[in-house]
Structure formats: structure tokens, C-alpha cells
């Protein structure tokens, strides 16, 4: 849609071509008199909503400059379509089709199988979402939202109920479902269709995990069980007898009694770990001060976004609060093998946070941090070092995980260890590596084959087979990678890292960008810390061309995860993106200090030969060059290009340049 409004806003032409607006604000102008439709707002109102720190006089020259620049830009995006003013009120009349919002409301209400499947593949997000909006309008836009939210699960279940769906109006349904849970994992409606889908595919198994996921979501979320016509759809809607799923399945997926040592939440079916974040030591708060539980709380929601591993609810740790308790008896009563604690120790307006990772077992202290900072920004404090510490811990628990996967017997390993154990050899980035990778991800799939994140890494791994010119044949691995990820893409839901390793798969073998951006943008959207996450989204934007933002994505990656086994790959990304903007000398430096990072990462090497070459170092160059060649003997640019990602091609044509000026073989 030329102008879309779900999921931020996007101005385009009917084409897709790209309009380029002055300004967000000026945007943000055209979004809100296409909300207001025939209502119109008047000048008053829109410098309110729009300019509000600004003087009066001010506000209306901006609005005079945004009103001049979209009566421009229309013809381009809404071709028919133009602004009137009445007194002092601007409506935006016409152009209703061409506007995603408009036309999600006109097919919802049409019915059919057809337009419902086209509006929910309409709702690529909350209205506006991640947009910048003030007081007044923030308010209009919320109530807004919720109604088009309210709408987009109505459609989710009507679209499921359909008989006889077609695999585009199936998928649409999925990925409204899956944006709809990115945002509120209790949304049973969402669940609903999910479950509806599996079981018209015959899939009684996955209904069941759709089942488990609902109830642990709204226990989790809302502290009850679900609606009876949650529970009752695999009796109603399941398989005959013998083929899977039966009512008593739905009714074993209900919560049971409160966790303890007997009947813990410490790993779900494919063995992930739990952990719980306990109330932190407050050292000199005053009584009915929450600043200490406010971090806490956020710091629980944080890690609750990550699907690497289960939280326990902020209730059950919250029962420890002001008492003395060893860590190896908060492991055994809530059956978790992790704890994060800490203290909070303030000094006027100066606040000290230390926070530590604890395994409850053996009470090894695994990793700790101090923060320190101003404390008059309290809430935007809250989220900053919520944010740090959901990005160092993920690491951190995934390195021990790794290792006591490796000192788990083969017989007793589960499909979850097999995973954990691949992916040493999957970020080393070295062909030997990356076969075993491959192996132990098959292994993974044989134990359980609906294990959407081991078919997730698996298609990043083959997706790698051909980037980094490890096979003879990249058209095969290209194949391979994105018929795993297209599988893994159906079965994984909420896990952030494995919907980054499915936009991975497709952005390095294909040029469907767009798609491949939309799995790393729900994955953000669900874990906003993942630093794999923002690295594939800074490759997204420099295959893109967006230097800049790539940048910006590869540099918060490094900051919230600076010890990632990945970090030589974001300093690959930043080299690319100094390159291409002419600055040769500093690429050359990034590209060295993630080669000191990635030892075995040789395929590196011709970047440098590159970069050397475009600055007239030929003997710095060859001397790359040639440590490349030794590892990848007889390459020609000719079956780079064939390998390397296919939207890297015309993106970078200075390091495309500086090969040749290197002296690599055409052909």
C-alpha cells in the first residue's frame, strides 16, 4: 500500500518506489488527516498533537511547510486523492484504497476467505507503532489501536475457522496470529487460530505445543487458566482417536499446582532452563521506595521476552522479598537453574546497581556488572539497565548451557542439547565447523522434527555453506537454506533468535529483502536486546545501501553483547559499511580486529586484499589475496558472485572494485 500505516508509516508510490517526505513530522501530518478521514483536524489541533514544544508561530509555519510538501508529494502516492481546507479544518480526501488502514477495514468487513486474507496480511503491526507521538494524539492513536487490535483477532479466528484454505491465505493467518502474540503472548484469539491452523494441516502434535504455549502465556501473563473454548478445541476441532491430540491432551495442558521441588518449571519439553530474577537488596532506600522492585520488574520483563529460556513469574520471586535465602534453595523450591540478584545502593541523586547470574545448583557465580548513573531519570534508568542486563545474561546462560550440554551422557540428549552444542561449531565459521553444525542440527530434528529453532539454524547454516564458499554447488545450499527456513518459519513462534536466524537465511540467499527483514523485525520486536537480532538487521540495511543505519544496528549489537562469539561478523558489517563510504583506512582496521576476534575466519581475507587495493597498498593486498588463496584455491570473482549474498552485489561496489583491482580472477 502506498501509504501504509500499520507497523510505523511507510509513503510510497503504487509501484513500491520510495517518497521521500522533508521530515518525520511531515509524515507523521499525512498518517494523522488519513486517521481522521472525512473528520478532517483543524490547524490548531494538528500543531498540538504534532509540534507542542514549539511556539505557536512556529507550530503553523511547520504545519504551512508540511501541508506544501504533501499536496506535492500526493500524485505520486495517492494518486486521486488531495487536501481541502474548509475554514480552518485540512481533510485529506480520496485515495481510501491506497491506504493500508482504509483497506484492511473494507476487506474485514467484506468476509470471505480471499479479503480476510488480505487484510491480515494488511496489519503488518500496531498502528503507528514505534512512532514518537505527544500527549493529546498519543491518546487518540491508543484508543485507535486497541479497536484495530480488538478487529485483527476477531479476523485471526474468523480467517481460521475457513474451510479450505490456500497455503498464501494459511500463511497470512499465521503471521497475523504470530504479530498479534509479538505483542501480547495471552491473546488467546491468536492462539486460537494457531491451533486451528495446525489441526487442519494434521497436525495434531504442534496444536497441542500451540496449546501449552496459550496456557503457559495467560498462567504467566494473568495468573489464570484459559477459556473453556480454548481448552475444548482439541475435543471439538482434533484429529480422530489414534491420530494424536485427544480432550484429556487439553485438559493435561492446564496449570497444576504451584511449582515446587516435585513438579518444576524449569525446562520446557525440548529441556530449555528457567530462571528467576530475585527482589533485589535495597542498601538505604526509604521505606515505600519501589525503586529497587521497579528495576527488578523491569529486568523480569525483559528476560521474559527471550525465548532462549523460561522466566518465572515476578510473583513467585517476589514471595522471597525481604528474607535471607540461599540461592541453592530458591533453585530447589522453584526448580530453576539460574538467579539473577542484586543490590541497589543510592547516594543523593547517584544510584549504584550491582546486579549477578548465579547457578543455583552449585551457587557459581557465572557473571556480574555494577551500573552507575544520575537517578533523576528514573523510569528511562529502569529500562537502560534492564535493557544491559537482559543482553549480557542471554550469553551468559546460553555459555553454560553449552557447556553442561557437552558433559550430558549421548544417550540422555535431549534435541534442546543437541542445539546447544552445535552452536560452537556454527558461529566458529570455518566449513569444518560448520558441517558438524549441520550434523548435530539433523540430530536435533531427528529426536523432534517439529523443533522450529533447530530447522532455523540449520537453514542459517546452509545459507552460510554457500556465503562463505564452502560448497561447489551454492545453488544447492541456497535451496536447502531457504526450504529449512521456510519449515522452521511454520513452526517457530515467539523465539526471537530463531526468527533472526530465519531472516538470516533468507537475506544472504535471496533478494527478497523485504522478507527477510519482516522475521529480524519480529524478532526485535519480541526480544529488543537480542544482539544477533541487530547484527542480521545491520546486514539487512547494508544490503539496503542504508550505511548509516547499518552502522547504528551493528554498534548496539557490540554494546549489548561486546563478548558475542559473533562480534568478528559485526566488525565485518561496520568494514563493509566505512568502505562503501570511502573510508578505506578504517575498514582495513575493522576488518583486522575481527579477524584477531575470529581466529579461522580466513574467507576475511579478501576483504582486506580488497580494502588495501583501494587505497594503492598492493603489497599489503597481494599478501591478503594469497593468504585467502591458500584456503580457497582457484576462486575467481565469477563464483563469488555466485555465492557471496545475492543483494550484496550491487550494494557494494567498492568492494566488488577493489577485488578486481586486487588482481582476482574474473573467471
Known sequence: MPLALFGGITVTTPAGAA????????????????????????????????????????????????????????PAVLDGAALETEQDTVKLNGGEDLIDLRRFEQQARAGGRG????????????????????????????????????????????????????????????????????????????????????????????????????????????????????????????????????????????????????????????????????PFDDLGGREGDFFADGVVEEITSALSRIKDFFVIARQSAFTYKGRFVDVREVGRDLGVRYAVEGTVRRGGERVRITVQLVETES??????????????????????????VAGAINPSIRASEIERARQTPPEDLQAYDLVLQALPHFWAHRKEDNLKALKLFDRALERDPDYGVALAFKAWCHAQQACYLWTGDPARERAQAVAAAEQAALKVQDHATALAAIGAAYGMTTTDLAR????IERSLALDP??????????????????????????????????????????????????????????????????????????????????????????????????????????VTIEFMRQSLPPSLHDSTPAYWEGMRKAGFPEK
Not at 22 to 42: F, H, I, N, S, Y
Not at 363 to 388: C, H, K, M, T, V
Request: glycine share 8%; aromatic share 6%; charged share 25%.
Open 516 to 519: 527477510a527483514e519482516g522475521f
Open 19 to 74: 517518497v521521500a517526505l522533508p521530515t518525520r513530522k511531515t509524515a507523521l501530518v499525512l498518517a494523522v488527516l488519513a486517521l481522521q478521514a472525512d473528520k478532517g483536524a483543524t490547524r490548531d489541533a494538528l500543531v498540538e498533537w504534532i509540534w507542542p514544544e514549539r511556539a505557536e508561530g512556529q507550530g503553523k509555519s511547520s504545519l504551512r511547510q508540511a501541508l506544501t510538501a504533501i499536496r506535492k508529494a500526493l
Open 115 to 278: 479479503a480476510l486474507a488480505e487484510a491480515a496480511a494488511l496489519y503488518r503491526g500496531e498502528l503507528l507503532e514505534g512512532i514518537p507521538l505527544n500527549g493529546p494524539l498519543e491518546n487518540t492513536v491508543a484508543a485507535l489501536r486497541a479497536q484495530l487490535r480488538h478487529e485483527a483477532l476477531h479476523l485471526a479466528e474468523r480467517l481460521s475457522e475457513e474451510a479450505g484454505l490456500s497455503k498464501s491465505e494459511r500463511a497470512a493467518c499465521e503471521a497475523l496470529a504470530n504479530r498479534l502474540l509479538a505483542t501480547d503472548p495471552a491473546a488467546e484469539a491468536a492462539h486460537r487460530a494457531l491451533i486451528r491452523l495446525r489441526l487442519a494441516e494434521v497436525q495434531p502434535n504442534a496444536a497441542r505445543r500451540q496449546l501449552e504455549r496459550c496456557v503457559e502465556a495467560v498462567q504467566r501473563e494473568l495468573g489464570v487458566a484459559p477459556e473453556a473454548q480454548t481448552l475444548a478445541l482439541l475435543e471439538t476441532g482434533g484429529p480422530a482417536p489414534g491420530r494424536g491430540a485427544t480432550a484429556g491432551d487439553a485438559a493435561s495442558a492446564a496449570p497444576k499446582s504451584t511449582p515446587g521441588p516435585a513438579d518444576p518449571p524449569a525446562a520446557d519439553r525440548h529441556g530449555q532452563p528457567s530462571v528467576v530474577v530475585m
Open 529 to 634: 536486546n537480542n544482539a544477533w537480532g541487530w547484527m542480521r538487521a545491520g546486514w539487512q540495511r547494508l544490503f539496503a545501501k542504508d550505511f548509516k543505519t547499518a552502522t547504528a544496528n551493528y554498534e548496539r549489537a557490540l554494546a549489548l553483547s561486546p563478548l558475542d562469539p559473533f562480534t568478528f561478523n559485526m566488525h565485518f558489517g561496520l568494514s563493509i559499511a566505512e568502505a562503501e563510504q570511502g573510508h578505506y583506512e578504517k575498514a582495513i582496521r575493522l576488518v583486522e580486529q575481527g579477524l584477531r576476534e575470529g581466529p579461522g575466519v580466513t574467507w576475511a581475507y579478501r576483504m582486506l586484499a580488497a580494502y588495501h587495493a583501494q587505497l594503492g597498498n598492493m603489497e599489503k593486498s597481494a599478501e591478503a589475496m594469497n593468504r585467502f588463496l591458500r584456503h580457497y584455491p582457484g
Open 363 to 388: 551457587g557459581r557465580q557465572l557473571w556480574s556488572e555494577r551500573y552507575e548513573d544520575n537517578r533523576s531519570e528514573l523510569f528511562e534508568l529502569q529500562d537502560r539497565i534492564a535493557s544491559q
